[in-house]
C-alpha cells in the first residue's frame, strides 16, 4: 500500500517539494504519494489531523506554520527544541514527531555541494527570525571560529543567544547591522525575510574577505543580498535551493529509513 505524505502551509502552490521527493522515491524505489496542502491560517491543527485520518505518514511544514507544528508535535528533537520549530512530523501511533531539518540542510549544503568547510570560519548569520533560530545551532556545531548575529535591532539579535549551550559563549555574539562596521567574514549568511521582496539589507561595506561566499536561503532568484555581495567583493554567491534539496533528503531519510542521493535531483531543480 502506497505510503502518503505531503508538504503543508500557506501559500504552498509554489513548493518544490513534491517534485523533490518524486524523485526520490524514484531513485530509491520507495512506495510513496507525496502532494501538497494549502491549510487555512487558522486551521492548520485541523489540516494535519484530516491527514492523520486519513492515513498520512508524515508532513514538511512550511510557512508560515512551523512554530504551531512545534507547538503540535507530542515529541520533539533536539534539534526541534533549538529552532522551537518544526518543519518535519511523522505520525507514528498515538505520538506526532517533530524534527526540524533546516539546519541540516544549511550544513549539507554548504559541505557537499559548495565544499565549503565551517571549521574555523567567520561567519555572519544576517536576521534573528525563526529561519536563523533554525540553523544556529547546527552552524555552531560546524566548529566555526567566531559565529556573529546581526540584525536591524540588535536586542532581538542577542535573544537567540540565551538558547545556546553555554559551550557556545565564546564563539557566539549578536550586533545590530552598524555593529558590524570594519568587521570582515568567510562567510555571510542572510537568513533574513529581505530576499523575498528584493529589499537591500543595510550593511556596511567590506564584509567580504577575498575568498568568502555569499549565501542567501531564498532560492530561484537573483535576490537583492546576492547583487549586494557581488558588488562588495564576495569571491563567491550562492542561493538556498541546495539547502531545499538536503533538508528534504533529511525528512526523506527519517520517514523512511533510506537517504537518498541529492546531486541529480539539485542539478534537475537547477537547470529546469
Sequence with gaps: MTDRYAVIGNPVAHSQSPRIHAKFAESTGEDIAYGSILAPPDAFVGSV???IAQGGKGLNVT????????????????????????NTLMFRGPQIHGDNTDGW???RDLALNLAFSLKGRRVLLLGAGGAARGVLLPLLEEGPARLVIANRTG???SQLLVTLPAAYAQTARAVSFEGLAGETFDLVINATSAGLT?????????????ES???????GRETAFMRQARADG???VSDGLGMLVEQAAESFFLWRGVRPQTASVLAALRFA
Design 198 to 210: 528584493d529589499a537591500l539589507l543595510p550593511l556596511p561595506s567590506g564584509l567580504f574577505s577575498t
Design 155 to 157: 536586542a532581538k539579535a
Design 63 to 86: 510557512v508560515p506554520f512551523k512554530e504551531e507544528a512545534y507547538l503540535l508535535a507530542t515529541v520533539r528533537s533536539p534539534r526541534a527544541q533549538s529552532a522551537q520549530a518544526v
Design 105 to 107: 540542510g544549511l550544513t
Design 234 to 236: 564576495a569571491a563567491r
Design 213 to 219: 561566499l555569499a549565501y542567501d536561503m531564498v532560492y
Design 49 to 51: 489531523l484530516a491527514f
